[in-house]
């Protein structure tokens, strides 16, 4: 069955640091998605991606996320300065059917 | 907007009996609905969805659009089914699939 992987599983990084999550989606759809849950909370859209643009964003995703599939396989997440509420785990999809295993993001 | 609700954060059943798992939504339009299951230490699966009107692993959930309501039923619960299940809404947008969860319910399958 095909599925979606998403690198690292674990990322610990300083406030201020700069981070990239990496996925890597089932090739042949179309749309792909990031999607954060923070600690005891619920599941939550970021972004969507189509065309090697952004289709839809949340109000989460401001100026210092930044998405975009460089090389037509890996899907990549950019925070430009983390700070301690970025702290979340951090999923990929590709569809509504399938996602990544998650990359818990701690920012110390 | 739409919004995902489920009352429960917890909820332990005894192994046999039946599960209920509650999930109201609000959406103006018509959504489609979904479960997920996401066991320990695994993704989030997809479990099922409205439109399917299929059973997995014994599941079932109907939707009802008066109550707002796409509440997960099981007759029998089995032990294997402890895990963390979300409901989702989901309104495309041309082709754009974006999920909205509910903040999951936990259920512990007491043996």
Redesign the interface.
Known sequence: EPEVTQTPSHQVTQMGQEVILRCVPISNHLYFYWYRQILGQKVEFLVSFYNNEISEKSEIFDDQFSVERPDGSNFTLKIRSTKLEDSAMYFCASSSAFFGQGTRLTVV | AQRVTQPEKLLSVFKGAPVELKCNYSYSGSPEL?W?VQYSR?????LLRHISRESIKGFTADLNKGETSFHLKKPFAQEEDSAMY?C?L?VS?F??????????TRLTIIP
């Open positions: 979904f997920y695994q993704r989030l699966q997809l979300y989702a989901r947008n082709g754009n699939e974006k999920l909205t969860f509910g903040t999951g």
